[in-house]
């Protein structure tokens, strides 16, 4: 889909070209020729004969043919461009600048349909409409600055909004970044963010293309292309970092189940990019601020050496990095001792390291010189180093640009003098490093890169025993809405769920009967109610037949009852586990603590079907109640693996049957033994 005549144009026609650099079809020319583009520039006006110095063609069947077309007019006029430079000049890249389209209006849209029907018809690519262009390596094909520096390692960069890539672009400058590629994809007529992703990872050389990616996405369109794609190219070495913009609100949802309320598409958005391993971020500073970080050499521990000569930031870093679950270990020991007397009387060495406001650079460098030989409870370095004014800091900045160079471990530089020290840190940065402002976001987003765990494995085994015949019979005969209990048992035991013993009836005398076979003391479920202990429709410990006729008597006359579920008491922890299909994204396994918790605290966790062991036991591991759950103050525990196994089997349960959009198991009851489902709804929709 995405042409070599749109990425590497060897000759580009401006439609709309203008004198009028405040314009996007003048600042768009002007920034093409500022980029000194070595292809042929031709522009399209019928009003003008020359443009920026640049022939103007009054009519398209005048140019030559013509690789890209940049297109600044009105809406109203594009569709007839298109296809006479499509049709009569070979063009085969098309960047749409104006708006007017599908954002505006119905009249709009049907434009902008037919111009992709048009490029489409040719082979063509189009970016936009409604964007500020493409930026890369070859030519400044956007009408916005800034410009920044291109380097073929640099980031590539994808936006939804264009204005949005602009800021990006601002924030991420002064932090010493550069950029390969960005992408403005406006409306995402033809090629959105996810196909642009995908054109990156099939075109990767890990030799020559960019490590880095940054997304601002408004919509995910294409989660299952997102995933493939995004995760393909981090198992390749890159490293991609998000902001998913407009999270919706979960209340909003009317869900009839407790995993439906609970999981939004802001949770499957999470979900899916914690599956690819992209690090999500919220704003645009944390974003440039975690692609910086990802420009430096990898972090592979968690134990950080905080170098300092101002002890407020050092000690705000430390926090901002402890909160987060990375560790600033005490140094001590022999070798702490000697590195302390090479400094001012005073300093500290304990970590943070505080070298004081007089520290100098010969002692900056001792200390990251001791960091990297002596202190093996350290895995990074970062170092904080500002100026009062006093004095420059160039000596600073070298002993840092020499030491970063040779030293295996990463060193963090934190520069928070940005008015005073601006000159250095230019010179700094010219040397090809990054720099971090402010020390409480860098550590922030440190700790966020540190805990975003590697994509999963493209291929995920199921678990062993899946009854997938079983599984596809069950479904294939059942009808659209919730199954009955008799149906879910059937189900959960071709998934190998542990479930009770179990008995659904519709009648006195059977439920009596039942009862004797499953054996006293058990427990009575109303059928037909969603939430059952709000209507009264749970009864426990029941210990004789006369209460069991008594109850199912009055479980009958409950409102929507149409039967009585009868189980035995068994005891444990009640755990959840349950299913929502999220529409294009597949199904959001979550599980967390069980029964009337799950509505109170809100703790779980969320994977996308199928999940792994990893991902599983990570889902547990990461839940705010997990000490609960493992067992505390005596308290007896839920068996992990057991656990990790039903919240596998019930991602394979969806991935069989993926006519399941709601599946809850609360309580799952869990004990040092075993797991087992207790009670079960499962909704299909086929």
């Not at 409409?129 to 380097?151: A, E, V």
């Not at 033809?190 to 020559?208: A, C, H, K, M, S």
């Not at 009264?536 to 008597?553: A, D, I, P, Q, S």
Request: net charge negative.
């Amino acid at each position: 889909m995405i042409s070599n005549k749109l990425i590497n144009p060897k000759s580009i026609v401006i439609v709309g070209g203008s004198n009028d650099v405040e314009k996007p079809g003048g600042k768009v020319l002007r920034n093409i020729l500022d980029g000194n583009f070595n292809g042929n520039i031709y522009v399209l006006n019928p009003k003008l004969d020359e443009v920026q110095g640049i022939k103007s063609y009054k009519n398209i069947s005048d140019l030559p043919d013509v690789d890209l077309a940049i297109i600044a007019i009105a809406a109203k006029y594009t569709v007839e461009t298109v296809e006479l430079l499509a049709k009569q000049k070979n063009t085969r890249g098309f960047i749409i600048l104006s708006a007017g389209y599908s954002e505006e209006s119905k009249e709009g849209a049907e434009l902008e349909h037919k111009i992709v029907e048009i490029i489409n018809s040719v082979g063509g690519s189009l970016i936009g409409p409604n964007c500020i262009g493409l930026l890369n390596t070859h030519y400044n094909g956007i009408f916005t600055t800034p410009i920044p520096k291109l380097d073929p390692k640099g980031i590539d960069m994808i936006s939804g909004s264009g204005a949005t890539a602009v800021f990006i672009m601002e924030s991420a400058l002064p932090k010493g970044l550069t950029f390969n590629s960005v992408w403005s994809v406006g409306n995402s007529a033809q090629i959105g963010v996810e196909d642009v992703l995908e054109y990156l990872d099939e075109t990767f050389d890990p030799q020559t293309s960019s490590l880095v990616k940054l997304l601002y996405i408004e919509k995910v369109e294409k989660p299952q292309k997102l995933l493939k794609h995004a995760s393909s190219l981090i198992r390749k070495g890159c490293r991609i970092a998000a902001i998913k913009a407009g999270s919706s609100d979960a209340g909003s949802r009317a869900a009839s189940s407790h995993t439906g309320a609970l999981a939004s598409s802001d949770v499957a958005v999470s979900t899916l990019f914690k599956k690819a391993g992209i690090v999500r971020c919220y704003g645009r500073e944390e974003l440039a601020t975690v692609a910086a970080i990802f420009q430096q050499k990898q972090l592979k521990g968690k134990n950080i050496a905080v170098i300092t000569h101002a002890g407020g930031p050092g000690v705000m870093l430390t926090d901002s990095l402890s909160n987060g679950g990375l560790d600033v270990p005490p140094i001590s020991g022999e070798k702490a001792e000697e590195l302390l007397s090479k400094l001012f009387p005073g300093s500290s060495v304990a970590n943070p390291i505080d070298f004081l406001a007089t520290g100098t650079a010969q002692q900056l460098g001792e200390i990251i010189e001791y960091c990297e030989k002596y202190f093996d409870n350290i895995d990074a370095m970062a170092v904080i180093f500002g100026s009062p004014g006093l004095f420059k800091i160039f000596d600073v900045l070298d002993v840092l640009h020499e030491k970063i160079i040779s030293c295996k471990k990463p060193i963090f530089p934190i520069l928070p003098s940005v008015k005073e020290t601006a000159e250095e840190i230019e010179q700094f940065r010219n040397k090809g490093h990054q720099s971090f402002p402010d020390e409480v976001i860098f550590g922030n987003a440190l700790t966020k890169i540190y805990n975003t765990a590697l994509p999963s494995p493209a291929n995920i085994e199921l678990p062993v025993n899946i009854n997938k015949e079983q599984i596809r019979k069950i479904i294939d005969s059942a009808q659209n809405g919730y199954l009955h209990p008799d149906i879910v048992a059937e189900l959960l035991d071709a998934a190998g769920i542990e479930r009770v013993k179990e008995a659904a009836v519709t009648d006195k005398i059977k439920a009596v009967e039942a009862s004797k076979k499953i054996g006293f003391p058990l427990v009575m479920k109303v059928i037909g109610p969603v939430h059952k202990s709000d209507v009264g429709g749970v009864v426990l410990n029941v210990k004789n037949t006369e209460t069991v006729e008594k109850e199912f008597e009055r479980m009958m006359t409950i409102k929507d009852a149409t039967g009585v579920l009868l189980q035995p008491m068994i005891s444990g922890k009640e755990i959840f586990a349950g299913v929502k299909a999220e529409s294009k994204f597949g199904h959001l396994v979550l599980a967390g603590l069980g029964g009337i918790f799950i509505e109170v605290l809100k703790d779980i966790n969320s994977a996308l079907a199928p999940v792994s062991e990893i991902e599983a036991l990570e889902m547990i591991k990461n839940l705010k109640s997990f000490k609960i759950i493992e067992g505390v103050r005596g308290q007896e525990g839920v068996n992990i693996p057991a656990f990790v196994d039903a919240i596998r089997r019930i991602g394979a349960l969806v991935t069989v049957a993926p006519e399941i959009i709601e599946m809850d198991i609360n309580p799952l009851l869990g004990n040092s033994r075993t797991v087992t489902a207790v009670d079960a709804r499962i909704r299909i929709e086929k």
